[in-house]
């Protein structure tokens, strides 16, 4: 059975290790610090009870929150856990009435924008070098309100 919920510490290894497969740029000082600040924006993904991806964000403003990882193992990629991440957050920011989601995302990363671009999100600028092997990013933007 596939379920959303909130991360729990108990995760955080789990989380860590997907994240080490996905990306090459990782800080796991930084998951534990969105998860202090915005616990509500930090939501995993699981299958038959084994986390599968997960999702953090950081809330930038009293109406921003900008999603800093979406992440999902490569094992269970294209089945709708990052689709199911994104619209459980979508329902925990209404509730806390934010109007706006932020991200960025690598101009290579043609699944990601596609994913976005699906839910919604729009093509706000290019940001030049913006991860540390040089490559641009997208930032795009998701209006909730």
């Known amino acids: ?9 108990s995760d955080f290894e789990r ?4 994240e080490k497969e996905a990306f090459n740029e990782y800080n796991p000082i930084l998951f534990m610090a969105a998860y202090e600040t915005f616990p509500d924006g930090f939501l995993v993904a699981e299958k038959d009870g084994d986390v599968v991806g997960f999702l ?3 809330a930038t403003s009293l109406f921003d929150v900008k999603i ?7 094992r269970y990629q294209n ?10 957050l979508f329902e925990v920011l209404r509730t806390k009435e934010v ?10 990363n043609l699944l990601a924008q596609r994913l976005y671009l699906s839910l919604g ?8 070098s913006y991860y540390q092997d040089g490559e641009d990013a997208y930032l795009m ?3 909730l309100a």
């Open 1 to 9: 059975m596939n379920s959303i919920r909130r991360f729990q510490p």
């Open 15 to 18: 989380v860590i290790g997907i």
């Open 56 to 58: 953090t964000t950081i």
């Open 68 to 74: 800093l990882s979406l992440a999902i193992d490569r």
């Open 79 to 88: 089945k709708g856990f990052a689709s199911m991440l994104m619209q459980s």
């Open 99 to 108: 109007l706006r989601i932020l991200l960025e995302v690598r101009l290579s």
């Open 121 to 128: 999100f729009n093509l706000v600028k290019v940001i030049s």
């Open 141 to 143: 933007e998701k209006m």
